[in-house]
C-alpha cells in the first residue's frame, strides 16, 4: 500500500472522528429514575447538563432516598449517552469494535 494514501485515510477518519465528537456533544439524553420523579440531562460526551428533581420526592426525612434517586437517574443518562456514543462509533468503524475508540465518553 502507497504510505501517502495510508495518511490520506487516517486523515479522512480523523476528520469524521471530530465530527461525530461534536454532534455527539450537542445531543441531549435523559437518564430518569422514580417513575420520572428524578430527572438528569447528559449530553452524547457524558457531561451532566441539567437535573430536575419533582416536589414530591424533596423530604428532608427520606433524603437518601433523593440521593439514590439522583446517582440512578445519572447513572442512566450516562448508560444512555455511552450507547449513543458506541452506536455514531459504529458509523465510522463499520461496526468493528476497534480498541481504544470503543466510545467518544470524556475520561
Known sequence: MDLSNIMQQAKVMQEKMA???????????????????????ANGQGDVLSIAIE?????????????????????????????LSKQELGQLTGGLNIPGLTNFMKP
Open 19 to 41: 465530527k461525530i465528537q461534536e454532534d455527539l456533544a450537542r445531543k441531549t439524553i435523559t437518564g430518569s429514575a422514580g417513575g420520572g420523579m428524578v430527572l438528569v440531562s
Open 55 to 83: 416536589k414530591a420526592v424533596i423530604n428532608p426525612e427520606e433524603i437518601e432516598m433523593l440521593q439514590d434517586l439522583i446517582v440512578a437517574a445519572t447513572n442512566d443518562a450516562i448508560r444512555k449517552a455511552k450507547e
